[in-house]
């Protein structure tokens, strides 16, 4: 078991995420998620997850970033140590194990990352997506925005060292897009939606944050799950989660925010509507899916 997960399990009961307000499905997939244990089908994929982290945390390589606006302070140099990048920014194992059940049990078609960084975060997801479909479920795709295209690329990598077609391609299950969410985004929400999970994990300003999310509200489907990353008290995120859990079914997770899309009602409700008014509805506490 990873060193991370046994606090970050404490810290999620602690905060009682499994009685958050999260409706439906959302909720069910809150709570599995906040038990951060993996099935003995999910082992392997996890394994191969954590051995590229013990890669990247190795690594002497260097790789240039370009930053479009990451809502973190001071300055950075443009080329910098992956080891370095991966310690700053990538997504955590403990977080990580969190997407990766958060998806497992949403079993969602469409997802849409914002922020792949070194694509520690969809390797999770893009790990969840290929066990659903294995376990018979619909074919599934991943679309993850980038900025750098040097990190872009890295990613890449990674994802297709883990086995995931990751291609244009409408058959394969990732796409990694390369350029500034404010030009990328709309394109791709058209052509890629209606998203089942979205994961916020780039630009970290609450105006970003709440200008994304206004894009992509037409092409969410109902009961769409939204995961902000950063939204601790403090953080520049914060305010954006706080502006919309007053729209919408929402639960805090320490790190994480998360928000329920209910579409209005309409002709074609899993591509239009705006948030519902706040529900607040018990779900049934995390349990255990298996061995740690």
Known sequence: MHPSILPLRAGLALLRVGQSGLPG????????AASLRLQRAERPAEAAIDALRTRLRQSAD????????????GDKPPV????????????????????????RELRPARVLELGTNLGVGAAHLAAALALNEADGGPETRLVTLEGAPALAALAAGHLARLGHGVSDDPECRVRVVVGPFAETLPGVAEAEGPFDLVFVDGHHEAGAALRYLDVLRPHLADGALIVLDDVEPGRPVREAF?????????????????????AAPGPDSRREGAPAPAARESVPPPTSAGDA
């Open 242 to 262: 706080e502006q919309l859990r007053a729209e919408a079914p929402s639960a805090y997770a320490g790190k994480y925010g998360l928000l329920v899309h209910t």
């Open 62 to 73: 260097t790789v240039e970033v370009v930053d479009y606006g990451a809502g973190t302070r």
């Open 80 to 103: 910098r140590k992956v080891a370095d990048i991966y310690r700053r920014a990538a997504t955590g194992a403990a977080w990580g194990r969190f997407l990766f059940g958060l998806a």
């Open 25 to 32: 499905r959302a909720g069910a997939a809150l709570s599995r």
